[in-house]
């Protein structure tokens, strides 16, 4: 499934005011690169859940991300943090980051849904409220 990116007011104010500050007589070669920059960040992204792999569809690059490097994604905001591979992370803003994160959850067998985030399954605790046992006669009246 594909999702697309959220929209960004803040890249979008930073664009007014470098247009701004060119037509106020800044220094085209300060402006030039910073509205470029600008610019990119702006152009809208898109994430596609495929079968072997998250993609990230970016303005000059696609990036493949394999579901099993994916070591947990936490929903923060309205963006999501995925933490891959050995020390990586990457922020993403789907438009629908709770049905980004149940798709995620069913192309990756290996996390399992903890609230808001995805976790590696063998970090998953359940906690019970059930009275527990007594071991070693402790609390037995012994």
């Not at 923060?76 to 438009?95: K, Y």
């Not at 959850?105 to 290996?110: E, K, L, S, T, V």
């Not at 970090?123 to 009275?131: A, D, G, I, L």
Request: charged share 20%; aromatic share 10%.
């Amino acid at each position: 499934m594909t999702y697309s990116s959220r929209f960004d007011w803040c890249v979008c104010a930073g664009i007014v005011l470098t247009v701004t500050a060119v037509v106020l007589g800044a220094s085209y070669w300060v402006c030039g690169p910073v509205l470029l920059v600008l610019l990119l960040c702006a152009y809208p992204k898109s994430y596609h859940t495929a079968d072997g792999a998250l993609v990230i569809h970016e303005p000059l690059a696609e990036r493949r991300i394999p579901y099993r490097v994916i070591a947990a994604a936490v929903r923060e905001g309205g963006r999501v943090r995925l933490r891959f591979g050995l020390d990586s992370q990457l922020w993403i803003a789907p438009c629908d980051a709770g049905a980004f994160l149940g798709d995620v959850a069913a192309h990756a067998p290996h996390l399992v849904r903890r609230g808001d985030e995805l976790v590696l399954r063998d970090r998953h605790v359940e906690y019970s409220f059930t009275k527990p046992r007594r071991a070693y006669g402790v609390g037995t009246g012994v």
